[in-house]
Nanobody, 124 residues
Framework: QVQLVESGGGLVQAGGSLKLSCAAS????????MGWFRQAPGKEREFVAV????????YYADSVKGRFTISRDNGKNTVYLQMNSLKPEDTAVYYC?????????????????WGQGTQVTVSS
């Protein structure tokens, strides 16, 4: 069992930056690929970024590529999402998730554990 707790969300102006953190419980954090997803009002939850167990590989949605950076610190059981050049369309609740089976995946249903989410609001 893994418990995930996101933090770092807030209100920011367009063009600004935020860094989200996701702290995981347990001693097996390095056994999970970690992903970030987001859900805007009235829309389905969508993939944002994923990092492999070692942190050696990452993959991004086209909509955030070049602006967002995912990273992890296995010593601190934490995964991060650095978000730069934020746009109003990035406004959403952001969730981190843990996948114990895949090297990495963008598929929501393959993730086993989810955090409660943190709100990011980008004003124009």
């Amino acid at each position: 069992q893994v418990q995930l707790v996101e933090s770092g969300g807030g209100l920011v102006q367009a063009g600004g930056s935020l860094k989200l953190s996701c702290a995981a419980s347990g001693r097996t954090f390095s056994s999970y690929a970690m992903g970030w997803f987001r859900q805007a009002p009235g829309k389905e939850r969508e993939f944002v970024a994923v990092v492999t167990r070692s942190g050696g590989s990452t993959y991004y949605a086209d909509s955030v590529k070049g602006r967002f950076t995912i990273s992890r610190d296995n010593g601190k059981n934490t995964v991060y999402l650095q978000m730069n050049s934020l746009k109003p369309e990035d406004t959403a609740v952001y969730y981190c998730a843990a996948d114990r089976s895949s090297a990495w995946t963008t598929r929501i249903y393959e993730y086993d554990y989810w955090g409660q989410g943190t709100q990011v609001t980008v004003s124009s």
